[in-house]
């Protein structure tokens, strides 16, 4: 099925830094969603976006809804070894099987104390 | 306010045993949505359901793949028989409407011998 460009695709760093990933896509979408995945878990959402050009937080997580609406940021900020684990973005067209929630193949993090 | 619940959470059976999954979506949340998750990828949807009534299964695979949520609360899919291919985590989401953000289960963790 379609799914988004996310990069990167892993990512090794040390506590303390900043990280950032992204994600594109070919198609517009309404809304875009940022979830992380802990092994053995389900997906938790920590940052929905949902107007062009918005920019939110979640404590250390920003998270930007880029102008062209092709694609969305996600950084955290001063990483602990807590962050690890695999992010995923999502978007979301319109109504209909449109509306579903499309997924990136995510990035995994690891971060060395 | 509990999660969305699944049930197993791991499972294991040989091929061309027919399997069944449970999920009980948050309380009130009246859209519930079943993903497949292969390793190192993100979830795609199989199926979504409105209350009772499936309103994208497109890509389910009909022939041997089958779900119902008779009441509209909580749902059950099944497989049979299963193939080797079809080892993967599945997973549970339910959101208060389509367009809302969407809550994951823990998944079942599914293995075909």
């Known amino acids: 099925g379609q799914q988004l460009n996310q990069s990167p695709q892993s990512m090794f760093i040390q506590e303390g830094e900043d990280v950032s990933m992204n994600c594109t896509s070919s198609?517009?979408?309404?809304?875009w969603l940022w979830y992380k995945q802990d092994p053995g878990e389900g997906p938790v959402l920590l940052i929905a976006?949902?107007?062009?050009?918005e920019l939110t937080s979640n404590g250390r997580l920003t998270a930007q809804f880029g102008i062209t609406r092709k694609d969305s940021f996600l950084n955290i900020s001063a990483s602990i070894p807590s962050d690890v684990g695999i992010y995923f973005c999502?978007?979301?067209?319109?109504?209909?099987?449109?509306?579903?929630?499309?997924f990136g193949k995510g990035t995994k993090l690891s971060v060395k104390p | 306010e509990a999660g969305v619940v699944q049930s197993p959470r791991y499972k294991i059976i040989e091929k061309k045993q027919p399997v069944a999954f449970w999920c009980n979506p948050i309380?009130?949340?009246?859209?519930l949505y079943w993903y497949l998750q292969n390793l190192g990828q993100g979830p795609e949807l199989l199926i979504r359901?409105?209350?009772?009534?499936?309103?994208?299964d497109s890509q389910l695979p009909k022939d041997r793949f089958s779900a119902e949520r008779l009441k509209g609360v909580d749902s059950t899919l099944k497989i049979q028989p299963a193939e080797l291919g079809d080892s993967a985590v599945y997973l549970c989401?339910?959101?208060?409407?389509?367009?809302?953000?969407?809550?994951f289960g823990p998944g079942t963790r599914l293995t075909v011998l």
């Open positions: 989401a339910s959101s208060s409407g389509q367009g809302n953000e969407q809550f």
């Open positions: 198609s517009i979408f309404n809304t």
């Open positions: 976006l949902y107007k062009a050009g």
């Open positions: 999502a978007g979301q067209a319109q109504g209909g099987s449109q509306g579903n929630l499309i």
């Open positions: 309380s009130g949340h009246n859209t």
């Open positions: 359901y409105e209350n009772e009534e499936a309103v994208d």
